[in-house]
């Protein structure tokens, strides 16, 4: 049994934030379903349930969990069958959606200013963009990859019926697009106030000598207290879009999973907490940044072959100034990048266990497509304006419920070296500029055209835009 006074030495995650850094009355919300509700859903605690997330009147998130049940799922399943196509239900590695004949589709639900249909709302069922084609002759641009039917999980999240991943989106595809051609910033931070970390700072300097295990405790529990709600910022995005709610549920989570407590089944995981020690008493900024592989293109600029685990962690330590401002050092401590190093290598694990990393994944794909599509001057080349697309004002997205504060979280461990160590709050940044800006294109895959050419399809029936 621990016994003895210990001395506290605070490892704080104080801004969660997500970069995506890019180079009349409302019209039909073609995005499809309503995201106004509580409902999201992120993540699988433990087998058999599903952990997510749900906003109060207030704005503030809190988590939630859902107990799995098999029945229910039947049931979703079956109901979703019924809105969907057989085909669609299907497994399906690698399929195709034409963007352009997406957005002619879509455009008789703008006018009529209606909801579009299931399939449309989740590109028939595209979990991952691998491939991009261009076909000049029939003015089209074609993404492709795996696919299958979806339905809702228990936190109310669309997944995949077999893999449990979450589809692309249309109205995420829109924000992407938009994005890039405004040529904006997209991101989302989670920093607590300045004034609260000032007040942090005093309490850590005067109750951080010696003290029992039990007093330990409630000086974290304080320091928790004294930080209090830490507030949402949104950029580049409609704040009130499922864009901007995937953001935060990133950073949300990744907090709790650094400071376990939210427990993960991923073989050989460890949190940043099991890893810090005496002397990791630095405040501590985490990023998600993308990961590619180098683009394969073929020689003519009509096909290209993304691959890749799509994100990485990266970290930086900072210093809190007595009046609670925050300076990044440019080092990091020893757990602090082994931790990042870890996160990444296990990163493809953690998507398949946790829907919310999947969807970031799914966010990551559709910015860097949007700006494969601009750098390359794809649309251009096959006369393709995006007019509906790029409208917000006929192409309107669903508003989402997304967190405006998020609690202070406190987690902490024991040493032998009778050592008190504990964690406040939590969070990463996604700049993707510099990947989207210096990701590597390399011509001459002769693969590509006769993958290329396998994927086109001219034949199909009027106003279909998917096929396997």
């Not at 499809?32 to 859903?41: I, P, R, S, V």
């Not at 028939?124 to 691998?130: E, W, Y």
């Not at 997944?159 to 109205?171: A, E, F, I, N, S």
Request: glycine residues 10%; neutral net charge; contains cysteine.
């Amino acid at each position: 049994m621990f016994r003895g006074p210990v001395r506290l030495a605070v490892c704080l995650a104080l801004s969660c934030a997500l970069l995506f850094a890019m180079a009349g009355p409302a019209a039909a919300q073609i995005s499809g379903d309503d995201g106004t509700g509580t409902g999201t859903g992120t993540g699988t605690a433990t087998d058999g349930a599903a952990a997510g997330v749900t906003v109060d009147a207030d704005g503030l998130v809190k988590t939630i969990i859902v107990p799995g049940n098999k029945r229910l799922n039947k049931q979703r399943r079956a109901a979703i069958r019924k809105e969907l196509t057989e085909d669609l239900t299907k497994f399906s590695p690698l399929r195709k959606v034409s963007l352009v004949r997406l957005e002619q589709a879509c455009t008789e639900f703008a006018e009529t200013q209606k909801h579009v249909t299931p399939d449309m709302q989740y590109l028939a069922g595209l979990q991952r963009i691998d491939y991009v084609f261009v076909f000049p002759e029939s003015h089209d641009i074609v993404i492709a990859g795996p696919a299958e039917g979806f339905a809702k999980d228990g936190a109310g999240r669309t997944v995949g019926l077999t893999t449990g991943r979450p589809p692309l989106r249309l109205d995420d595809l829109m924000v992407a697009l938009r994005a890039v051609n405004r040529s904006e910033d997209v991101g989302c931070s989670i920093d607590a106030r300045p004034e609260n970390l000032a007040k942090f700072k005093q309490y850590q300097a005067s109750h951080s000598g010696a003290a029992s295990a039990a007093v330990g405790k409630k000086r974290f529990a304080q320091m928790a207290k004294i930080l209090g709600n830490q507030k949402v910022t949104i950029w580049g995005v409609p704040p009130d879009s499922h864009f901007a709610r995937t953001m935060v549920e990133a950073d949300f989570f990744m907090k709790k999973i650094s400071i376990g407590q939210l427990r993960l089944r991923v073989r050989g995981f460890k949190t940043h907490l099991s890893m810090v020690g005496p002397g990791d008493d630095m405040a501590n900024r985490w990023w998600f940044a993308p990961l590619y592989e180098p683009f394969q293109a073929s020689d003519d600029g009509n096909a290209y072959k993304i691959s890749g685990p799509r994100a990485q962690l990266f970290a930086e330590n900072e210093i809190v100034t007595a009046d609670g401002k925050r300076i990044g050092v440019g080092t990091k401590a020893a757990s602090t990048d082994r931790y990042a190093n870890h996160f990444t290598e296990k990163f493809p694990q953690l998507a398949d266990a946790v829907p919310a990393f999947a969807e970031l994944q799914t966010l990551f794909d559709l910015l860097t497509v949007s700006a494969l599509i601009e750098k390359q001057g794809l649309a251009e080349r096959i006369g393709w304006s995006m007019s509906l697309f790029l409208d917000d004002q006929r192409g309107t997205v669903a508003k989402w419920n997304v967190p405006r504060d998020v609690p202070t979280s406190v987690a902490y461990k024991r040493t032998r070296g009778r050592m008190l160590i504990g964690m406040v709050g939590g969070g990463v940044m996604i700049d993707p500029r510099r990947t989207l800006e210096a990701v590597a294109i390399e011509e001459g895959d002769e693969s590509l055209i006769e993958k290329q050419t396998a994927a086109e399809e001219t034949e199909l029936p009027a106003g279909r835009w998917w096929w396997d």
